[in-house]
Protein backbone atom coordinates (compact mmCIF):
# COMPACT_ATOMS: atom_id res chain seq x y z
CA UNK A 1 0.00 0.00 0.00
CA UNK A 2 1.56 3.45 -0.73
CA UNK A 3 1.37 6.38 1.47
CA UNK A 4 -1.61 8.10 0.29
CA UNK A 5 -3.35 4.77 0.36
CA UNK A 6 -2.28 4.11 4.44
CA UNK A 7 -3.50 7.52 5.14
CA UNK A 8 -7.01 7.31 3.81
CA UNK A 9 -7.05 3.51 5.48
CA UNK A 10 -6.15 4.78 8.85
CA UNK A 11 -8.28 7.78 9.15
CA UNK A 12 -11.10 5.33 7.84
CA UNK A 13 -10.47 3.29 10.18
CA UNK A 14 -10.30 6.33 12.83
CA UNK A 15 -13.83 7.11 11.36
CA UNK A 16 -15.07 3.45 11.39
CA UNK A 17 -14.43 3.45 15.00
CA UNK A 18 -16.26 6.90 15.45
CA UNK A 19 -19.27 5.74 14.03
CA UNK A 20 -19.28 2.66 16.28
CA UNK A 21 -19.00 4.74 19.36
CA UNK A 22 -21.41 7.17 18.18
CA UNK A 23 -24.26 4.43 17.48
CA UNK A 24 -23.54 2.70 21.07
CA UNK A 25 -26.03 3.97 23.26
CA UNK A 26 -25.08 1.48 25.95
CA UNK A 27 -21.53 3.26 25.87
CA UNK A 28 -22.91 6.50 26.12
CA UNK A 29 -25.18 5.81 28.43
CA UNK A 30 -21.98 4.76 30.55
CA UNK A 31 -20.00 7.87 29.49
CA UNK A 32 -22.86 10.12 31.21
CA UNK A 33 -22.85 8.33 34.43
CA UNK A 34 -18.84 8.73 34.50
CA UNK A 35 -19.44 12.44 33.81
CA UNK A 36 -21.75 12.07 36.74
CA UNK A 37 -20.03 10.40 39.27
CA UNK A 38 -17.13 12.53 38.81
CA UNK A 39 -19.48 15.65 39.17
CA UNK A 40 -20.69 14.16 42.50
CA UNK A 41 -17.24 13.48 43.56
CA UNK A 42 -16.12 17.10 42.69
CA UNK A 43 -19.29 18.53 44.51
CA UNK A 44 -18.21 16.31 47.49
CA UNK A 45 -14.61 17.80 47.83
CA UNK A 46 -13.51 14.45 46.44
CA UNK A 47 -10.46 14.34 44.08
CA UNK A 48 -10.01 12.81 40.92
CA UNK A 49 -7.36 10.54 39.76
CA UNK A 50 -5.92 9.43 36.73
CA UNK A 51 -3.33 6.48 35.85
CA UNK A 52 -2.01 4.87 32.86
CA UNK A 53 0.68 4.20 30.82
CA UNK A 54 2.71 4.74 27.84
CA UNK A 55 0.22 7.10 25.27
CA UNK A 56 -2.47 6.42 27.98
CA UNK A 57 -0.52 7.53 31.12
CA UNK A 58 0.00 11.48 28.81
CA UNK A 59 -3.83 10.79 28.27
CA UNK A 60 -4.62 10.60 31.80
CA UNK A 61 -1.79 13.13 32.67
CA UNK A 62 -4.11 15.55 30.03
CA UNK A 63 -7.40 15.09 31.31
CA UNK A 64 -6.50 15.49 34.95
CA UNK A 65 -5.25 19.06 33.66
CA UNK A 66 -8.64 20.20 31.86
CA UNK A 67 -9.98 19.42 35.64
CA UNK A 68 -7.21 20.95 37.37
CA UNK A 69 -7.00 24.10 35.17
CA UNK A 70 -9.73 24.92 32.60
CA UNK A 71 -11.56 23.32 29.45
CA UNK A 72 -14.06 25.95 28.30
CA UNK A 73 -14.57 27.73 30.99
CA UNK A 74 -13.10 30.25 33.50
CA UNK A 75 -13.69 28.52 36.82
CA UNK A 76 -12.21 27.27 40.23
CA UNK A 77 -9.76 24.56 39.79
CA UNK A 78 -11.53 20.83 40.46
CA UNK A 79 -9.22 18.93 42.11
CA UNK A 80 -7.55 16.31 39.70
CA UNK A 81 -4.42 14.87 39.59
CA UNK A 82 -2.09 12.10 37.27
CA UNK A 83 -0.25 9.58 39.34
CA UNK A 84 2.25 9.10 37.85
CA UNK A 85 3.76 12.80 37.70
CA UNK A 86 6.05 12.60 40.86
CA UNK A 87 8.82 10.59 39.30
CA UNK A 88 11.23 10.51 42.30
CA UNK A 89 7.79 8.62 43.67
CA UNK A 90 7.38 6.73 40.58
CA UNK A 91 10.82 5.04 40.26
CA UNK A 92 11.87 4.94 43.95
CA UNK A 93 8.78 2.38 44.02
CA UNK A 94 9.40 0.38 40.90
CA UNK A 95 12.79 -0.05 42.22
CA UNK A 96 12.20 -0.86 45.84
CA UNK A 97 9.01 -2.80 45.17
CA UNK A 98 7.80 -3.48 41.79
CA UNK A 99 6.44 -1.12 38.76
CA UNK A 100 2.80 -3.17 39.43
CA UNK A 101 1.81 -1.57 42.87
CA UNK A 102 3.27 2.22 42.11
CA UNK A 103 -0.28 3.27 41.68
CA UNK A 104 -2.06 0.56 44.27
CA UNK A 105 0.69 2.23 47.03
CA UNK A 106 -0.22 5.99 46.38
CA UNK A 107 -3.72 5.27 45.81
CA UNK A 108 -3.82 3.50 49.12
CA UNK A 109 -2.37 6.58 50.69
CA UNK A 110 -3.52 9.35 48.70
CA UNK A 111 -7.23 8.38 47.75
CA UNK A 112 -10.14 8.34 50.13
CA UNK A 113 -13.76 7.40 50.19
CA UNK A 114 -15.59 9.25 47.61
CA UNK A 115 -12.58 9.76 45.54
CA UNK A 116 -12.37 8.74 41.58
CA UNK A 117 -9.45 6.97 40.16
CA UNK A 118 -10.20 6.99 36.55
CA UNK A 119 -7.62 4.15 34.62
CA UNK A 120 -6.59 4.05 30.53
CA UNK A 121 -5.46 0.94 29.46
CA UNK A 122 -6.37 0.42 25.83
CA UNK A 123 -6.05 -3.80 27.10
CA UNK A 124 -7.50 -3.36 30.31
CA UNK A 125 -4.89 -5.44 31.90
CA UNK A 126 -2.25 -3.53 32.57
CA UNK A 127 -1.25 -4.51 36.09
CA UNK A 128 -0.60 -1.55 37.88
CA UNK A 129 -3.74 -0.31 37.02
CA UNK A 130 -5.34 -3.53 38.04
CA UNK A 131 -4.00 -3.49 41.29
CA UNK A 132 -4.68 0.09 41.87
CA UNK A 133 -8.55 -0.64 41.17
CA UNK A 134 -8.42 -3.47 43.34
CA UNK A 135 -7.62 -1.21 46.74
CA UNK A 136 -10.35 1.36 45.45
CA UNK A 137 -12.51 -1.47 45.74
CA UNK A 138 -11.12 -2.33 49.44
CA UNK A 139 -10.98 1.59 50.29
CA UNK A 140 -14.36 2.87 48.94
CA UNK A 141 -13.02 4.74 46.26
CA UNK A 142 -15.35 4.71 42.83
CA UNK A 143 -13.89 3.28 39.79
CA UNK A 144 -13.85 4.27 36.02
CA UNK A 145 -11.87 1.75 33.52
CA UNK A 146 -10.77 3.38 29.59
CA UNK A 147 -10.51 0.41 27.94
CA UNK A 148 -10.74 -1.34 24.41
CA UNK A 149 -13.40 -3.24 23.78
CA UNK A 150 -12.56 -6.67 25.34
CA UNK A 151 -12.38 -4.48 28.92
CA UNK A 152 -9.75 -7.01 29.94
CA UNK A 153 -9.91 -7.68 33.54
CA UNK A 154 -10.40 -4.19 34.55
CA UNK A 155 -14.04 -5.05 32.97
CA UNK A 156 -14.88 -6.89 36.65
CA UNK A 157 -13.35 -3.82 38.66
CA UNK A 158 -14.46 -0.93 36.85
CA UNK A 159 -17.92 0.68 38.58
CA UNK A 160 -18.27 2.15 35.26
CA UNK A 161 -16.11 0.38 32.25
CA UNK A 162 -15.67 2.81 28.79
CA UNK A 163 -14.62 -0.06 26.73
CA UNK A 164 -14.47 1.71 23.03
CA UNK A 165 -15.43 -0.11 19.99
CA UNK A 166 -11.89 -1.13 19.21
CA UNK A 167 -9.10 -3.28 19.54
CA UNK A 168 -6.31 -1.41 17.47
CA UNK A 169 -4.48 0.81 20.26
CA UNK A 170 -3.78 4.11 18.63
CA UNK A 171 -7.84 4.35 17.84
CA UNK A 172 -8.65 3.22 21.16
CA UNK A 173 -6.29 5.68 22.32
CA UNK A 174 -7.84 8.19 20.02
CA UNK A 175 -11.51 7.46 21.34
CA UNK A 176 -10.40 7.80 25.12
CA UNK A 177 -9.33 11.17 24.30
CA UNK A 178 -12.28 12.34 22.84
CA UNK A 179 -14.40 10.75 25.33
CA UNK A 180 -12.21 12.35 28.38
CA UNK A 181 -12.77 15.25 26.76
CA UNK A 182 -16.71 14.90 26.45
CA UNK A 183 -16.81 14.03 30.14
CA UNK A 184 -14.56 17.26 31.21
CA UNK A 185 -16.98 19.60 29.35
CA UNK A 186 -20.20 17.51 31.23
CA UNK A 187 -18.53 17.90 34.82
CA UNK A 188 -18.01 21.69 34.35
CA UNK A 189 -21.62 22.24 32.92
CA UNK A 190 -23.19 20.02 35.53
CA UNK A 191 -20.92 22.12 38.06
CA UNK A 192 -20.66 25.61 36.63
CA UNK A 193 -23.54 25.99 34.41
Given at each position: ?5 KI ?7 I???V ?11 I??A ?21 S???A ?5 E ?7 D ?12 T ?17 R????A ?6 L ?7 N ?8 EV ?9 G ?8 M ?5 W ?9 P??Q????T ?15
Open positions: MDSKGASRIEEHNAFKLQNDSRLQEMRLAEAIAICFRRDGKVFFCGNGGAADQHLAAFSGRFYIRPVLPAEALHCNSYLTAVANDYSFDIIYALIGGGKKGDVVGLSTSGSANIVKAFCREKGIRTIFTGENGGKKDLSDLINVPSTDTRIEMHIVGHIICEMVEAEIFG
